[in-house]
């Protein structure tokens, strides 16, 4: 007999995740909506080549197909590789699309954190070319509503540049070939400290202590704009064009933010690194803070939930003749999400319903199926929400047990009396309270 | 430079598409959940073995996933196979559930004819050990209730039953083994003329020409309630244990679309055999009819828009001990309905709007970003749909442009008098009619 699990690090979506899963879906989606943006849908499979070389160390966890004869198809790993091939593609200068979709990593699962194989992105993203900082503080503030609107719980999004950062290990003396590395060493500062970050440097990364000392000087800085005129001051940082035109974009940045009243939840941190290879500009990721009340363990295991960035260089890989389109955009962590509301829904103790019944069609009497049929039919023809159960004569009790079980509100009853007289019974459920119409 | 272009038999959907099949689907998911129906959802890819052997020769047209190490996995080929591994896997006997997702097909694409190797699937299914065809008739219920509320022109829905068409095999000489076989064939009754059929049936298949002869004779048969009376006194036809129980079913369910009013559109045919393997009872296939005005080849190509039947032995395949639990499902052809759709809008020449934006957030003179961004950001919180364009000084002519392009229906106009007076002027963009407020 056949072994009888679903894949490795997937898993299926019982009615009450769905629920759940929906209605989260659903506040994200509304709020993309409410920022203007048209939804796109792209393949779940693209061409191999598509794919290779935007990951970085991480184009290993891509899931590739079995060569069955015809083109290398392999399945997506984000949603914003598929975007940049379509504005490429189709030759979009000026877009502003959201894209909810489930994407493919063949990654260590970490279930328990709501670390999956197949999981949902939620992404929104500005392309086009535009004056500075406008479509970027409007991602921030996206990730702001979403995270206010669901309550989470206290949060904070950390902002950074990779210009500033590149700008950072240009000074402390890093070649710019380990720029990339770099970044992904410094992108660990948020799970471990800076004695690990350092020694990883030294050690696997090559880098000399001098140099890694100074970028731990940098890298541990975390503040407003405070910190930001404080860098603008910094004798070599503001030598460096990079480091100088992000710290400049930086300001400009936390100005809209100001203006958005959000600067409250926002931190300029340098120690922000994201470990993809495309961001250019701009970098940013949500984070929620530990709660009193909570377990620490498990809020610790979620972190992020939601991150992003400027990426202007990435359609260009897929133009023809290398046009660019500057992009920024951001992912909403839906599934790190999802897990703290399913903990928090449980722990509640509350039950959400899986269906939308409004009314159950039920008879007290044997031989009356067919009574049964005809008002149904009538009340789905009127657009009402209405089950049966699917047997010729079931017992009344059993009827109203199963309005109880699923939480369907009405019973419509048909029973020998109210045939002859031409009406219907309405119950409801839980007062038994009884009308006849 | 990498080609650039989407797997074959694989598109991307622009905004306008996606809007109108957004369309569609909650047309569709709405009268999924009118019936009572719980959404599940399983992973993209399921374990080989559990697709293996369910398709019949379909089987080669399973996506396989590369052996990256660990499990062998492949692309869903359907939801049906999915569910059933579902219930099975999780004990549940009792279920009636909708989902909506794609699957995929290595299928020679006829793209021009909605036939596409990643698509969608809207399957409604109800699991569980009821009284007879009560569930089956609700499926043919809700065929009726979409294809009508979706105005897609006169449709029929043929119905058949795996029992009666293996009776008819049995009496006219086919050997049990060649049941599946000669199936498959008669399934191309509605795409080629009897003589093809036939000759398929002696030449391929290899049965005898007076075999064939005495089927033809059968599945050439069409009617309603008269035609199964007719069936059950048929001589030979009657004798056999597996007709008889098929055609006393046919009867009931005929009872059943009569009390739900829906006889008028449902035809007893008994050329529809369906192609899959697993469907023991019920079979039905809502096909839409010719219309006069409209150009024959368009709609001939289209033909089958739903289609579904009973499949009693499916979960038993999965269940360790081989427990069975009954099924009968309907799966709609949501992407051969939305090509129809897509013709008739673009005939129309209406355009649906991509976004749903309410305002637009537009200054008159320059230097007015913050005032634009303050206004804005209020707007957001208080829910209110508002864009505005990226750019610093943008002119009003530009901005009222964007209006018009993409359906905005009001600009709130902040300019230097506005903002003296502390107020905002709303226009209407197509009337031109503005207020103070």
Not at 92 to 101: Q, S
Not at 186 to 203: A, C, H, I, T, Y
Not at 378 to 384: K, M, P, Q, Y
Request: net charge neutral; proline share 4%.
């Amino acid at each position: 007999r056949l072994v009888l699990h679903t894949g490795q690090g997937t898993r299926d979506h019982p009615p009450a995740q769905v629920a759940l899963r929906d209605r989260l879906l659903r506040a994200v989606v509304s709020c993309f909506k409410r920022h203007g943006a048209a939804a796109i849908d792209t393949p779940v499979m693209e061409l191999r080549e598509t794919l290779m070389g935007k990951y970085g160390e991480d184009t290993k966890l891509i899931y590739e197909l079995q060569d069955q004869g015809g083109e290398l198809l392999a399945l997506r790993y984000d949603l914003t590789v598929p975007f940049a091939r379509y504005l490429a593609m189709n030759k979009v200068t000026n877009m502003k699309r959201y894209h909810v979709a489930k994407v493919y990593r063949r990654d260590n699962p970490a279930t328990t954190r709501g670390r999956y194989r197949e999981f949902y992105q939620c992404d929104f993203d500005i392309a086009g070319q535009f004056d500075p900082m406008i479509p970027d503080a409007e991602c921030l503030k996206i990730v702001h509503e979403i995270l206010t609107e669901l309550q989470l719980g206290d949060f904070v999004i950390k902002v950074n540049d990779r210009r500033i950062l590149n700008g950072v290990f240009a000074i402390c003396g890093v070649p710019e070939s380990k720029f990339i590395t770099a970044c992904s060493t410094v992108d660990k500062l948020d799970k471990v400290p800076w004695e690990e970050v350092r020694s990883e440097m030294v050690g696997e990364k090559g880098l000399s202590p001098e140099a890694a000392d100074r970028i731990g000087e940098y890298v541990q800085l975390h503040g407003g704009l405070d910190l930001i005129e404080q860098l603008l001051q910094d004798p070599k940082l503001s030598q460096n064009k990079l480091a100088k035109e992000g710290l400049g974009d930086m300001k400009l940045l936390f100005e809209y933010l100001t203006l958005f009243g959000i600067t409250g939840k926002i931190s300029f941190d340098l120690s922000l690194a994201r470990g993809l290879d495309y961001y250019t500009g701009v970098i940013f990721e949500a984070v929620l803070l530990q709660q009193q009340n909570e377990h620490v363990d498990e809020l610790l295991g979620v972190g992020s939930v939601a991150g992003g960035g400027r990426y202007d260089g990435l359609v260009g890989m897929f133009d023809p003749k290398g046009r660019k389109v500057p992009c920024v955009g951001v992912s909403i962590g839906i599934e790190r999400i999802f897990s703290i509301l399913e903990q928090r829904l449980v722990a509640s103790g509350e039950k959400l319903r899986t269906t939308e019944t409004q009314v159950l069609v039920a008879t007290p009497q044997k031989r009356l199926l067919a009574a049964r049929l005809k008002l149904i039919s009538e009340l789905w023809d009127a657009g009402i929400k209405a089950e049966m159960l699917y047997k010729k004569d079931p017992k009344l009790l059993k009827q109203l047990q199963y309005c109880e079980d699923t939480g369907i509100p009405l019973a419509a009853i048909v029973g020998e009396q109210e045939l002859a007289d031409g009406v219907v019974k309405l119950r409801d459920v839980s007062t038994r309270e009884e009308v006849r119409m």
